[in-house]
């Protein structure tokens, strides 16, 4: 002890046992506080009965003694926040070269175990930002199972811990198969186990014992979770292949099995595919003969009309393994043909025509794509947007579906898309281009459309004050500069997470993007129809837009004053009055001492129009300012 110290415990203000603990917590030593985090003893003052700390956020921060003694944890130099702190570069290198290892010295550190929240807290932001972070985490996770000493949380927010004694990756998964309460925690670890196993890891007997556990699994599953107990099913049947003797687990007669499961199920099939990875969709499709041979067609049949591209894929290849091919293309053409097909077998036949099945690529085909669309637009939005962004996206769809179509094809073509709901102007004006790229004789009927058009546009353009649509134009670039960007770059974030299917983040984002496309999109149009003006010179014989109205209430004789403005300029607390609402509908065109009559919440009400005066500068000086606010 230090002679500072020694006179401290002379004068009677410290035991000597809260000396010893005060001598971990010299000046230039280390220390943590459950609030302030990590510090660095500055400088005693014990003749005030003070230490000096300086945290991270809070330098010079004085502590009572007794009160430093209580909260303040002593660490030794070799700790990762002094290291983090001293040469941070050096811990950016290890992150790169030897990620285990500095995992290893972060839980020795802390007790020899922490959360995935306290390692992030501790690299972020000094060593890596957040994205960057979960790609490393999601590598060095597969380097720390492999090395045995570490086990993993099953659930969020659970502890990374430190073991001395190795276990065997394979071990430890298989120990969470067992523990696993749920049918899905089961399906993620004997996914994880056939990862890193072959014939040679396990004996016979073990074998035996791990596929009659997932049998029993499979047995308490299949009536709730139908989806899940086929992926066990699919992780059986594999490590059986590793021993010849467990051949007869594979026949399809054997119990439980694939085909007995799909048999005797109450759910629809495609419900379970619903809920099935992609990834696995082939291998359980392969049992399909083996259900009934007659009739195994229809079953997969039922799952062109609701199956999702990649589904619909795999179930073409099934027919085209068992020579079906011909009675694949009769069922489509049939589906087509009823207009049944879903927007999802469009895509895939669209997608996949230059590959797949080229003969249902036609002006035909087309029109059965707007009908989808617009089926899909009616019942639900989101439904046909895969394939809507598939006709916009691929530049040459258009040109393939209508390359053999004639002029009067092409031309009844032009027509559904001019009068389809589905299409906004920017995009209908996009597929006709197209078309006429192909059929440049119809010129004439896209000229026509586009008088038509222009014509429609005058006759729908409504009226603003200048310094609202500056206000809306604001809004627009904010829109298109700041928060579609950002909202890309949300997707592309929620994306690098993985699992798309069950990740509310990508979801959310893919959401928001539709809003903002969806705002984009009417803001284009509200902005393409506005007509700005100042309202100077209004004609004031009659009530116009940029006049400024008296009224007399003839029950009540009261007096009231309206301004009538723009389409977008409204604000009752100041009278100011759109010229689309009820009551500039209901005034405009009147002359003085017209008697009109305005609704009410309950009835309507006659007033006198007394006085029309022109909006003067002061109350537009006004108006400009309250849109500037």
């Not at 992030?120 to 960057?132: A, D, G, M």
């Not at 085209?320 to 879903?342: G, P, Y």
């Not at 209901?586 to 003085?592: C, E, F, T």
């Amino acid at each position: 002890m230090n002679d500072e110290l020694t006179e401290y415990i002379d004068a009677g203000k410290i035991s000597a046992q809260d000396a010893e603990k005060l001598n971990l917590l010299k000046p230039g030593d280390y220390c943590k506080h459950r609030s302030w985090g990590f510090g660095c003893i500055n400088h005693w003052q014990l003749l005030n009965d003070q230490i000096v700390i300086d945290f991270e956020k809070k330098k010079n921060h004085p502590m009572q003694v007794r009160y430093a003694l209580e909260t303040l944890i002593p660490i030794p130099e070799d700790h990762i926040l002094v290291r983090l702190s001293k040469n941070p570069s050096v811990i950016q290198e290890e992150a790169k070269e030897n990620p285990v290892q500095l995992i290893r010295s972060i839980l020795r550190d802390h007790e020899g175990k922490a959360t995935i929240e306290e390692i992030e807290s501790i690299l972020v932001p000094t060593i890596f930002n957040t994205i960057s972070f979960k790609k490393w985490l999601a590598t060095t996770k597969k380097k720390l199972k492999s090395d045995g000493h570490f086990s993993f949380p099953t659930k969020k927010g659970s502890l990374i811990e430190l073991q001395e004694i190795k276990v065997e990756p394979e071990n430890r998964i298989l120990e969470q198969f067992r523990s696993a309460r749920h049918p899905k925690e089961q399906v993620m670890a004997l996914d994880a186990l056939l990862k890193i196993v072959d014939s040679r890891t396990f004996t016979l007997q073990d074998l035996k014992l791990l596929i009659t556990d997932i049998e029993e699994a499979v047995r308490r599953s299949e009536r709730l979770h139908t989806a899940k107990a086929l992926e066990l099913l699919l992780v059986r049947n594999e490590l059986a292949s590793f021993h010849e003797e467990l051949n007869d687990v594979l026949d399809p007669s054997h119990q439980p099995s694939l085909v007995s499961l799909l048999t005797n199920t109450s759910k629809k099939l495609h419900d379970i595919f619903l809920e099935l990875p992609a990834s696995k969709y082939r291998r359980i499709l392969k049992s399909f003969p083996a259900l009934n041979p007659e009739k195994w067609q229809e079953r997969a049949q039922s799952l062109l009309s609701h199956g999702e591209p990649r589904l619909i894929d795999e179930l073409f290849h099934l027919f085209k393994e068992n020579q079906q091919e011909e009675l694949f293309t009769a069922i489509l053409a049939r589906m087509i043909q009823d207009r049944s097909v879903s927007s999802d077998l469009l895509f895939w036949i669209c997608e996949s025509r230059k590959k797949n099945i080229t003969s249902f690529i036609n002006s035909d085909l087309l029109s059965v794509i707007i009908f989808s669309l617009e089926r899909d637009m009616h019942a639900d939005g989101k439904k046909g947007q895969r394939l809507q962004e598939l006709l916009f996206h691929d530049r040459e769809l258009i040109a393939d579906l209508l390359k053999s179509a004639s002029d009067e094809q092409a031309r009844t073509m032009m027509r559904k898309i001019m009068l389809s709901p589905v299409f906004n102007d920017l995009d209908r004006r996009s597929l006709l281009a197209r078309i006429l790229k192909v059929h440049p004789e119809l010129q004439t009927l896209m000229s026509g459309h586009q008088e038509k058009e222009h014509s429609s546009t005058r006759e729908e353009s409504i009226t603003v004050s200048w310094a609202s649509l500056e206000r809306r134009k604001r809004e627009y670039e904010h829109l298109i500069n700041k928060l579609i960007p950002q909202n890309t770059k949300d997707i592309s974030i929620a994306r690098s997470y993985g699992d798309l299917r069950e990740n509310f983040e990508f979801k959310s984002a893919k959401e928001q993007q539709a809003l903002l496309l969806r705002q984009k999109g009417e803001l284009e149009l509200l902005l393409h129809r506005a007509r700005g003006t100042n309202f100077e010179n209004p004609d004031i014989s009659v009530v116009s837009i940029g006049t400024v109205v008296t009224l007399r209430d003839e029950a009540s004789a009261q007096r009231e004053v309206y301004s009538i403005l723009g389409a977008w300029d409204g604000d009752p607390s100041k009278r100011w009055v759109s010229y689309q609402a009820v009551i500039g509908q209901a005034l405009l065109g009147h002359p003085v001492g017209d008697v009109v009559e305005l609704p009410t919440e309950e009835k309507t009400r006659r007033v006198v129009i007394e006085k029309i005066e022109p909006f003067t500068q002061e109350l537009s000086s006004q108006f400009i300012e309250s849109n500037q606010e």
